[in-house]
């Protein structure tokens, strides 16, 4: 079962990767839209597929990130911060849509972090950006939120790790 477990994991942080890269235009700076963010709502059907997130965005932060050393802490910081949230409410609430939307809500929120990132490396104005972080991140993760539901229905990915 562990092996299943890693391997499922190196598959999720793969497929983070991958998304990163072929849309690295948005998935960077003030206004972005990193579609690979759908993957953290897995962490809603099953909290052993955090780890394949976190190393999904590390690695995709270290390999095409503009801003790699801070984009290593900052970034990788924040996933780390909000998937742990959602694992931690996740054991309140068991159904799948407020989870899904209590996940999408901590990654919009968090979204700060990214902004406060954003604000000491390029100087950018602290609100109007997380503003626009946020609303991406928001878009994305309501987006994700539907097709992940839509998608475990045919795969179950609480029994797929």
Known sequence: MKLR????????????IVLTFFLQPISFSAVQFRISEMLNHLVVFDKKYFFGIVCGVFIGNLFFSPLLPYDLVFGTGQSVIALLT???CSKYVKNTWARLSIN?????????????????????PFFWTWLTVAAGEFTVMLAGAVIMYTVN??????KFI
């Open 104 to 124: 999408t809500i901590v990654f919009t929120l968090t979204m700060c972090i990214i902004d406060w990132e954003l604000n000491l490396v390029s100087h950018l």
């Open 153 to 158: 229905r045919r795969v179950h990915f609480d």
């Open 5 to 16: 477990t890693l391997a499922v994991n190196a598959i999720v942080a793969a497929l983070y």
């Open 86 to 88: 959602t694992i931690i």
